[in-house]
């Protein structure tokens, strides 16, 4: 079955060099583990509200560390290309697989939303949106590939 919305097969592996490694990076310098202070760099902010005592620069020129920034693009670069690429052998019922998946991963990312609002304040809950933005895809990754490996398990029909 020929889609037009995913990426040619090649950009599956192109996806995984990229979503890997900014994973790891990415969880690490949330936790504080690592950091990237030579990415210290002057930028421009459309809306940058006061905190603790600061000043809003909306609309200016501002100091931040950029990792996070390359680290989410990074991450929703390599999820896409991973998750919107074709399989070797893409027909109808990869198109299904893909479907349910992506309405299973929809409806547990709801699910974990749900529970943040009514569970996590303050600074917690800042944390839990910030883990929110991937969770939709990369739970559609995992659920996918799951269920690609089930099937790849399974033996073919022989007659």
């Not at 890997?20 to 002057?42: C, Q, T, Y």
């Not at 919107?84 to 697989?97: N, P, Y």
């Amino acid at each position: 079955m020929k889609t037009r919305f995913l990426f040619p097969h090649q950009f599956k592996k192109l996806g995984w060099i990229i979503l890997l490694p900014s994973l790891v990076l990415a969880l690490l310098l949330m936790k504080d583990v690592v950091a990237f202070s030579w990415l210290d760099v002057k930028v421009f902010a459309m809306y940058n509200p006061p905190f603790l005592g600061e000043t809003e620069q909306s609309f200016g020129i501002t100091e931040n560390n950029i990792a996070d920034e390359i680290l989410a693009c990074l991450l929703i670069v390599g999820t896409l290309l991973v998750a919107c690429s074709e399989v070797k052998q893409e027909d109808e019922f990869i198109g299904k697989l893909r479907f349910e998946s992506l309405l299973w991963a929809l409806y547990v990312n709801a699910a974990l939303l749900l529970f943040a609002i009514l569970f996590i304040y303050g600074l917690g809950f800042y944390k839990a949106m910030v883990y929110h933005l991937f969770t939709l895809m990369l739970l559609f990754l995992v659920k996918f590939h799951l269920e690609l490996y089930r099937i790849s398990k399974v033996p073919a029909y022989e007659e």
